[in-house]
Nanobody, 128 residues
Framework: QVQLVESGGGLVQAGDSLRLSCAAS????????MGWVRQAPGKDREFVAA????????WYADSVKGRFTISRDNAKNTVYLQMNSLKAEDTAVFYC?????????????????????WGQGTQVTVSS
């Protein structure tokens, strides 16, 4: 089992950058596939990005590809989301998520409902 705590959210202007962090507890963090999912007001949760346990594979939603970068430091039990060129439509609560499955498909990874463990979320607000 793993507990997740996000940080780094805030209020920024369009075009600015933010880096979100997700600190995980547990000795087996390095075996979890980690993801970021966001939920805008009045909308369903939306997959943003994910990274394999070794960091050698990443996935991104089309809406953030080229602007966001996911990374992880297994020695620090932390996953990051670097967000550049932020837009007003990026405004949402961003959640860190984790999944321990050894077998998965690209469809699984991109499904926000696939993840078993969730943080409490951090608010990102981008003013235009």
């Amino acid at each position: 089992q793993v507990q997740l705590v996000e940080s780094g959210g805030g209020l920024v202007q369009a075009g600015d950058s933010l880096r979100l962090s997700c600190a995980a507890s547990g000795r087996t963090f390095s075996r979890y596939l980690m993801g970021w999912v966001r939920q805008a007001p009045g909308k369903d949760r939306e997959f943003v990005a994910a990274i394999s346990w070794s960091g050698d594979k990443t996935w991104y939603a089309d809406s953030v590809k080229g602007r966001f970068t996911i990374s992880r430091d297994n020695a620090k039990n932390t996953v990051y989301l670097q967000m550049n060129s932020l837009k007003a439509e990026d405004t949402a609560v961003f959640y860190c998520a984790a999944e321990r499955s050894d077998y998965y498909t690209n469809y699984d990874v991109r499904s926000s409902s696939w993840y078993d463990y969730w943080g409490q979320g951090t608010q990102v607000t981008v003013s235009s």
